[in-house]
């Protein structure tokens, strides 16, 4: 039976409860045990799917397609693990299932109810069975919150299932600094750590995040009043890079806490994966500055991954990348006076799409690096075939009704997914020899990460071709394109899919890589 960690959160959402779970399980993984992460969301949402990146961040998608809160990602990129549908878990599944169940008279003769019913179910998911030696649970929300009861509930219930000793509790809090008084205050942590014990449950270790290191005395006054020794209040700081935290909690002996708690032997771990993104970061290089032509800028998380996939790729090339985020609904050719490249994300709806079809045309056209992905690949394909073929008719059928539908819905409709008829999760795709794919992928298959619902209209291949624009990545069938690119720029290549979600920090991911790099030299 694997152990089992459950990360929770109090006073204020948005601790990085993400990056502390992926963080304990880094430390873990250093020492050589093997880890699996799930997410539980009490909201109602049966999934993420049909939230604007506006509400909780960006919709992360796994290999087999489910549409999963961003956190997922934190742990896929931290710990070079492959998550699925069982490891994101919002209440709106839980409390769908229990009702599917209830209707298909699973219960027949019985009262429904919060406990047993609902508890169980959530339990049944926290124990979804893995190989792993331990598994991390995150429960999202913050204590308090009326439809986080259940779980707290559940996982209170689960460690009694399987002995305290095979369960840790790791609560994440907030120690606010006063500037009038010069205090870290304490008492917003007493409290959140209280409420949690209302619940029936006693936080094992204590994260407090703050913007400077605990004193001795202040963690041994939290413990004091948290039923812990000092030694297991660990700071979280504020750091200006995620990657720092696994380091700042080794330096604070967090593994030789979890070990205790476990009855497992104390061991230095291999940091030096982290040590080496920490050096990166300190060390003087030049910049590339990278213009991001979007429109979800409102919400930091909006472009989690893409952010993180082109932080992973300035590691690789020895440069610091600078995002410059160009808003797509007011785009002027002069924003992109000063950028080394021209990134198009991803997005969905008419809002920006002209911006951003202007701005495939500028990086055409002045030879900017440019990298397209999902919706930045089919603008750079309207904008050719406007603008070099010569069909000004030509559009997506999500934009415009009568035109020259060069991009389309082609595939058939998922109907499993609530999310709608999108194209999710992993698709192979084949690589033309020959083509700057080639070289960037390095093979003649590739496997990358979908959440679309238009495509590419394979019957413009010929004339897209002649004109200059060729597709070098398809689908097997040979019927829907996944990559382009313009064999007569410097570095022109878009695709269908989001490598963004298969960005790793130790070795970045070659799209991007390679996109940096034409950056770099230009
Ligand atoms: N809106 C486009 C589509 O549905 C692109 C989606 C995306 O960029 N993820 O195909």
Not at 242 to 263: L, N, T
């Amino acid at each position: 039976m694997p152990r089992y960690i459950f990360v929770t959160g109090g006073v204020v959402s948005s601790l990085g409860k993400g990056v502390s779970a992926a963080s304990l399980g880094a430390l873990l993984q250093s020492r050589g045990y093997s880890v699996h992460v799930r997410k539980f969301d009490p909201y109602l949402n049966i999934d993420p799917g049909t939230m604007s990146p506006l509400q909780h961040g960006e919709v992360y998608v796994t290999n087999d397609g489910f549409e999963t809160d961003l956190d997922l990602g934190y742990y896929e990129r931290f710990l070079g693990i492959k998550l699925s549908r069982n490891d994101s878990c919002s209440g709106g599944r839980i409390y769908w299932e229990v009702l599917n169940a209830e209707r298909r008279g699973d219960y027949l003769g019985g009262t429904v109810q919060m406990i047993p019913h609902v508890s169980n179910k959530i339990k049944e998911h926290i124990a979804i069975p893995t190989d792993t030696d331990f598994v991390i649970c995150e429960i999202g929300g913050t204590v308090g919150d009326i439809e986080q009861k259940i779980f707290l509930e559940s996982i209170r219930q689960f460690a009694n299932d399987v002995g305290r000793r095979n369960v840790l509790f790791a609560h994440l809090a907030l120690a606010p600094y006063l500037e009038q008084s010069g205090e870290l205050k304490t008492k917003p942590t007493q409290m959140s750590v209280r409420r949690l014990l209302e619940n029936g449950i006693q936080a094992d270790m204590l994260f407090v995040r703050s913007p400077r290191m605990l004193t001795p005395e202040e963690r041994a006054k939290i413990g004091m009043f948290c039923n812990l020794p000092a030694k297991n209040v660990i700071t979280s700081m504020n750091v200006d890079n995620i990657y720092k935290i696994p380091i700042v909690y080794d330096e604070q002996d967090v593994f030789g806490i979890m070990a205790e708690h476990f009855g497992l032997p104390n061991a230095n771990g291999d940091m030096s994966k982290f040590k080496k993104i920490e050096h990166h970061l300190n060390a003087d290089l030049p910049t590339c500055t990278i213009g991001v032509v979007g429109k979800y800028f409102d919400v930091a998380d909006a472009y989690k991954s893409l952010n993180e996939a082109l932080f992973h790729a300035s590691v690789q090339n020895n440069v610091h990348v600078k995002i410059k985020k160009i808003d797509a609904e007011h785009f002027d050719p002069s924003d992109c006076a000063d950028v080394d490249g021209i990134l198009i994300p991803g997005g969905f709806g008419t809002r920006g799409v002209d911006g951003k079809i202007a701005a495939a045309q500028y990086a055409r056209e002045n030879n900017i690096p440019f990298m397209g992905i999902c919706l930045g690949m089919q603008v750079a394909v309207i904008e050719f075939m406007r603008n070099v073929v010569g069909d000004k008719n030509a559009n997506s059928t999500e934009f415009a009704k009568n035109c020259t539908p060069v991009i389309d819905i082609m595939t058939e409709c998922d109907s499993e997914n609530m999310g709608g008829t999108l194209r999710l999760g992993a698709y192979p795709c084949e690589i033309k020899p020959g083509t700057l794919a080639e070289k960037i992928w390095g093979a003649s298959q590739i496997s990358e990460r979908h959440r679309h619902r238009y495509e590419v209209n394979i019957k413009y291949k010929d004339e897209l071709e002649k004109a200059g624009m060729i597709i070098s990545g398809i689908s097997p069938d040979g019927k829907l394109p996944e990559i382009i690119e313009i064999p007569s720029h410097p570095f022109f290549i878009a695709g269908q899919f989001h490598p963004e979600f298969q960005s790793s920090p130790y070795t970045g991911h070659p799209m991007f890589n390679a996109f940096i790099a034409a950056a770099k030299r230009k």
